[in-house]
């Protein structure tokens, strides 16, 4: 029998008038059997333009056409696996088209997102407020509807973005040949090497090899695996399409700062890959630099082995009998922590392992302070920390807490997580070097969620991408930050709360597009939002005059200005839109240019807002304070908690802390009654009630 072909043309759309498509409705060809579509695995992750190769079905592969402004993909995890480029909606901006020859089944494979889902359509402008076919919860991530007669349908999300992997279409069957299967193999870099077409039901033969793929400095080929990052041995039967990732990963040295974590409840662990540690039937044995602290993870309460040693050591383990293991943590550090008589944990310079040590086993009250140095945690992401710690470096400059991810997200790629309540932090910086300038990642790089309540930031530093900081708490979550710098590109500040910033410096990076400050998520029953005092707004000189200060994200958003000095101008309008229909609260008081020019004249003509946002500029400024703000009903003083103490070196307090510096290099950190003559001539800080020290004094 002739094989028939098919050739479908899938459009992804902007919200525009059919005509202005590039690919219109009309040149859609009918699809007549069944196909699984699925979004594009293979190019580079993150937040970069549609490119051919996006859409496939089958052996066949489409590409999405329009301008839509969110043209993008993102990793998510979607039906318990992860997707590194999965299909982003922007909710009614992006539109797939798709027409079928007759009633059909249609499943969609997504991601779990309470209050987002997909829409179907027979209408090409539609949102949960227009008719509709199906609508999907954001709760369920794989969703079937049934289509009960031929033509053509629109996918599109509501509730804002929303990542779908894939969608299957099941027609009657129209008696054609299927197509044989093809093996596609894809370089370390996601590039394709090439595919091969197989017969149905062979066993696999590898058409390439380790010489043929891109093997980055400090890294080993491990072998081929699928999308999930298992591996797919040579002679597994191929009865459907199937795709190939060289997959390489670091190779692992013992050294100082180094912090591994083998889970060995993973389908996808390979001892094979690592080669610090060695599994046999009855023992595991793990390498380490010297001084350590491995954690063995067991169904129960973990085991906690510490090793001290200035050489390299191997560490062999012998678990109970029937004593499950599930993993393994390996913290290779200068020096164990400890506390010290003034009540605090001293991290030795870059020993990211040290910091990660002291941030999983914190308590409340613990006050961890990091000398100057740069703390690499490496790929891992979403650290938390769960305690009502301090966290304290010796200077907002000098002091680099960062990690790598290797994929960009929300919930995915974040520095650190503050899940605790009352969590301080002072003189520091911190980056999510995801599309950070210099960065090989691109997309959404937060560095710092804070989930908690009540946290503090003073001369602290954040860096990242999209999503700087990102504030995921409670309705009624407050905080404060003073004193410091956020920079990133779009929606850098971003989440709901009532966070107050004071005489805090925002930094646009350069940007392909405008960039955007802040995109609240406040909830109708939080008050305030966002409240900048007294900020000041810098840039790259590419972005003068188009960055914008904020656009709604989800709920009532909400963000008031007042006394906002601008370096670089704004975009005339001052504000833009993400999705319609949103009340927003934004606000300006005094907003200004740096030669003291006022700047006037902002609004939010044509954004889609809903009709009784609140004007720019109201009258009222008597309830943006900082008492109605912070210090709410129970009288929370986030600024005076923050304070700096001035040590006063002819009146030392014998039960203060002070760190101590010789010509700005770390001494050590004592109580008043430990400082000596030994210490005159150098310059002493004394540390405010949550450890945080001021300027120096000569002692």
């Known amino acids: 029998?002739?094989?028939?072909?098919?050739?479908?043309?899938?459009?992804?759309?902007?919200?525009?008038?059919?005509?202005?498509?590039?690919?219109?409705?009309?040149?859609?060809?009918?699809?007549?059997?069944?196909?699984?579509?699925?979004?594009?695995?293979?190019?580079?992750?993150g937040t970069s333009e549609w490119t051919a190769n996006t859409l496939r079905a089958g052996n066949r592969i489409f590409t999405p056409t329009g301008n839509s402004v969110?043209?993008?993909?993102?990793?998510?995890?979607?039906?318990?696996?992860?997707?590194?480029?999965?299909?982003?909606?922007?909710?009614?901006?992006?539109?797939?088209?798709?027409?079928?020859?007759?009633?059909?089944?249609?499943?969609?494979?997504?991601?779990?997102?309470e209050e987002r889902g997909l829409i179907v359509s027979k209408h090409d402008r539609t949102s949960t407020s227009d008719p509709y076919y199906a609508l999907q919860p954001g709760n369920m991530p794989v969703w079937s509807t049934h289509l009960?007669?031929?033509?053509?349908?629109?996918?599109?999300?509501?509730?804002?973005?929303?990542?779908?992997?894939?969608?299957?279409?099941?027609?009657?069957?129209?008696?054609?040949?299927?197509?044989?299967?093809?093996?596609?193999?894809?370089?370390?870099?996601?590039?394709?090497?090439?595919?091969?077409?197989?017969?149905?039901?062979?066993?696999?033969?590898?058409?390439?090899?380790?010489?043929d793929i891109t093997i980055p400095q400090s890294k080993v080929f491990r072998g081929w695996c699928n999308g999930d990052e298992r591996k797919v041995a040579e002679g597994t039967p191929v009865t459907a399409d199937i795709s190939l990732?060289?997959?390489?990963?670091?190779?692992?040295?013992?050294a100082v700062g180094k912090y591994f974590h083998y889970d060995l409840s993973t389908d996808y662990f390979y001892p094979e890959d690592h080669e610090l540690l060695t599994l046999t039937d009855s023992t595991i044995a793990v390498q380490v630099a010297g001084n350590a602290v491995v954690i063995i993870l067991t169904d129960g309460e973990p085991i906690t082995h510490r090793h001290e040693g200035r050489t390299p050591a191997t560490l062999t383990f012998t678990p109970h009998k029937g004593e499950h293991i599930r993993g393994v943590k390996v913290y290779n550090v200068a020096t164990i922590p400890a506390k010290n008589a003034?009540?605090?944990?001293?991290?030795?310079?870059?020993?990211?392992?040290?910091?990660?040590?002291?941030?999983?086993?914190?308590?409340?009250?613990?006050?961890?302070?990091?000398?100057?140095?740069t703390y690499d945690l490496g790929h891992e992401t979403l650290t938390p920390i769960d305690a009502a710690v301090s966290l304290i470096g010796q200077s907002t400059d000098g002091v680099l807490i960062v990690n790598h991810p290797l994929y960009s997200g929300m919930n995915n790629a974040e520095t650190l997580v503050l899940r605790a309540d009352n969590i301080y932090m002072q003189d520091l910086s911190i980056r999510c070097d995801v599309s950070y300038p210099g960065s090989i990642t691109h997309g959404v790089g937060i560095a710092v969620q804070v989930q908690g309540d009540k946290s503090i930031f003073q001369h602290v530093s954040l860096q990242g991408n999209q999503d700087t900081y990102y504030s995921n708490g409670t309705a009624t979550q407050r905080g404060?930050?003073?004193?410091?710098?956020?920079?990133?590109?779009?929606?850098?500040?971003?989440?709901?709360?009532?966070?107050?910033?004071?005489n805090t410096l925002l930094y646009l990076n350069a940007r392909k597009n405008d960039d955007v400050i802040i995109a609240p998520a406040t909830r109708p029953e939080t008050r305030y939002g966002y409240m900048f005092h007294n900020c000041a707004i810098d840039g790259?000189?590419?972005?003068?005059?188009?960055?914008?200060?904020?656009?709604?994200?989800?709920?009532?958003?909400?963000?008031?200005?007042?006394?906002?000095?601008?370096?670089?101008?704004?975009?005339?309008?001052?504000?833009?839109?993400?999705?319609?229909?949103?009340?927003?609260?934004?606000?300006?008081?005094?907003?200004?240019?740096?030669?003291?020019?006022?700047?006037?004249?902002?609004?939010?003509?044509?954004?889609?807002?809903?009709?009784?946002s609140d004007p720019v500029y109201p009258d009222n400024t008597g309830i943006y304070t900082y008492d109605n703000v912070v210090r709410g009903s129970d009288n929370w003083d986030a600024a005076a908690i923050a304070a700096?103490?001035?040590?006063?070196?002819?009146?030392?307090?014998?039960?203060?802390?002070?760190?101590?510096?010789?010509?700005?290099?770390?001494?050590?950190?004592?109580?008043?009654?430990?400082?000596?003559?030994?210490?005159?001539?150098?310059?002493?800080?004394?540390?405010?009630?949550?450890?945080?020290?001021?300027e120096a004094v000569d002692f």
């Open 70 to 113: 969110a043209q993008s993909k993102g990793k998510s995890t979607i039906h318990g696996q992860s997707h590194l480029n999965c299909l982003r909606l922007k909710n009614v901006q992006n539109k797939i088209a798709f027409r079928v020859a007759d009633t059909c089944t249609v499943t969609f494979y997504t991601e779990i997102r």
């Open 644 to 694: 700096q103490a001035k040590a006063n070196p002819t009146k030392i307090d014998a039960d203060a802390a002070y760190l101590v510096e010789d010509k700005g290099a770390f001494v050590a950190i004592l109580k008043g009654a430990q400082l000596t003559a030994e210490h005159k001539g150098m310059t002493i800080r004394q540390a405010n009630g949550r450890g945080g020290f001021g």
């Open 148 to 211: 009960d007669e031929a033509g053509t349908y629109y996918l599109s999300g509501y509730g804002g973005d929303y990542f779908i992997a894939g969608f299957s279409i099941v027609l009657p069957d129209d008696g054609s040949e299927p197509d044989k299967p093809v093996v596609r193999y894809f370089d370390t870099n996601g590039v394709l090497l090439g595919r091969d077409t197989v017969e149905a039901g062979s066993a696999l033969q590898y058409k390439y090899s380790a010489t």
């Open 1 to 45: 029998m002739q094989r028939r072909r098919y050739i479908f043309t899938i459009a992804l759309c902007a919200l525009m008038t059919v005509s202005a498509w590039s690919v219109t409705v009309d040149d859609l060809q009918t699809i007549t059997k069944s196909y699984t579509f699925t979004a594009d695995e293979y190019t580079d992750n």
């Open 480 to 502: 404060w930050f003073g004193n410091g710098r956020i920079e990133g590109t779009v929606d850098f500040i971003c989440g709901g709360g009532d966070i107050w910033f004071e």
């Open 245 to 254: 990732f060289a997959r390489a990963t670091d190779i692992e040295v013992a």
């Open 540 to 612: 790259v000189a590419s972005q003068a005059g188009r960055w914008h200060i904020g656009r709604g994200w989800q709920h009532s958003p909400a963000g008031t200005w007042m006394g906002t000095t601008c370096r670089i101008a704004p975009s005339p309008q001052g504000y833009t839109h993400m999705n319609a229909g949103l009340r927003v609260r934004f606000h300006e008081f005094n907003t200004r240019m740096e030669d003291g020019t006022l700047i006037t004249g902002h609004n939010l003509n044509g954004l889609n807002y809903a009709a009784d």
């Open 342 to 373: 003034a009540g605090y944990y001293v991290i030795s310079p870059n020993d990211g392992a040290a910091l990660l040590l002291m941030l999983a086993t914190a308590q409340d009250g613990d006050r961890i302070f990091l000398m100057n140095g």
